[in-house]
């Protein structure tokens, strides 16, 4: 629940961000906090076998696609 | 178009991240019919540290690890790998892709034939999402032209 809202708070800066920093730090860390969210729900349905899986390969993903977004937006001179 | 990142902290962890990424690629692709994943994940993340290497060490230095000809092999063996085994299961019989005709020419049972068999067509599926992904990026991040006409 608290996870939950923590990700609103995220979501508002990742929407309402002033500055193009702001938006992609706050997507990658609703990224870490939706990882959190699915070991937690490996915990509930009592597989984390399976979750730490799934989890291991969106906190890639997730790198990845920031590292791009960032230089992305490097290129474009937008930082 | 992509310069080479000078930043040594990327650099490193690319260093040791690509590497995992490609081993945990192959755990999910062998593991997928126990687990969550499978070939079209595995592709992606074996796609994904290819885009990994380009970000941090630039186009030029993963286009010699990995040329455009060898890129088009890749996926072009995947999917012969998939419609292989399905006309092959034809061939001996059985519907398109019915493993279970699999054991009449290898030395296993029916059960452990339908497992294998899926364990190929998940390769070959991995084989060419990660193909068709690296050559979709390639071709992006150029324009289209061959990296040497660019004039970077």
Known sequence: MALSLLVLLC????????????????????????????????????RVDMFVDISIAYALLNFITTLAAAKYFEIKGEV | MIITY??????TLTR??????????????????????????GGVMLGASMILMVIAFGLDTT???????ADTILFVVGLLLYSGVGVLCLALGGNYLDYGKLAEILP????????????????????GVMGIMVSLFYDISTGGLPPAREGR
């Open chain 2, 108 to 127: 296993v049972t029916i059960a452990k034939a339908r497992s294998l068999g899926i364990l190929f067509i998940e390769t070959g599926v991995a084989l």
């Open chain 1, 11 to 46: 979501l508002y800066r990742a929407v309402f961000g002033p500055f193009i920093t702001n938006r992609i730090v706050g997507v990658s860390a609703i990224g870490t906090k939706t990882l959190i969210i699915l070991l937690l729900m490996g915990f509930i349905y009592d």
């Open chain 2, 63 to 69: 286009l010699k690890r990995l040329s455009e000809k």
């Open chain 2, 6 to 11: 000078e930043d040594i902290i990327i650099r």
């Open chain 2, 16 to 41: 040791v991240l690509a590497p995992f990424l490609q081993i945990y690629a192959l755990y999910v692709l062998a593991h997928g019919h126990y687990s969550p994943g499978g070939g079209f994940q």
